[in-house]
């Protein structure tokens, strides 16, 4: 009986070390023109739509990766501090009162790479070992 729940615990153990090592490292990421610099905060609210300027005046435009995607749950979780549901709750209560609309979503790092890299306000975020020269790295969530 003991070395059932000794081989349980070990896999218990296992399994959360291999979900911590999966983990991805977001890097928000922005056009390589736009030389501002934002803290974590700032980006929260960029992306929840409470800001709409970078500090250097330049009008930001927003973009998400797809629902399910585990870079966007790392950086909901770890930026947004918002659950998918609460966070699709908290959209469909911007466009309703018209305060706001969510961000446009694209399907990959690529996508978004090449979306940040031909817009000069753009700001997304991507799993860092995807960033290039393309992009500005503004702010990494480990």
Do not use: C, H
Not at 28 to 56: A, D, H, M, Y
Not at 65 to 74: I, W
Not at 92 to 98: E, G, I, K, N, W
Not at 102 to 110: F, K, Q
């Amino acid at each position: 009986m003991k070395n059932l729940t000794y081989a349980k615990l070990l896999a218990s153990a296992g399994a959360l070390l291999l979900s911590v090592s999966v983990q991805a490292s977001v890097a928000v990421i922005v056009n390589p023109e736009n030389k501002s610099s934002l803290q974590e905060q700032q980006v929260r609210k960029i992306f929840l739509g409470k800001s709409k300027v970078f500090p250097n005046g330049v009008k930001s435009v927003v973009a998400d990766l797809p629902a399910g995607n585990e870079v966007r749950a790392e950086f909901l979780e770890k930026v947004i501090r918002k659950s998918e549901p609460n966070l699709n709750s908290y959209w469909s209560r911007m466009l309703f009162s018209s305060k706001g609309k969510p961000p446009r979503v694209l399907d990959n790092a690529e996508a978004v790479k090449q979306w940040v890299a031909a817009n000069p306000g753009a700001i997304a975020y991507i799993d860092s070992k995807d960033v290039d020269n393309t992009v500005r790295v503004m702010l990494t969530i480990d």
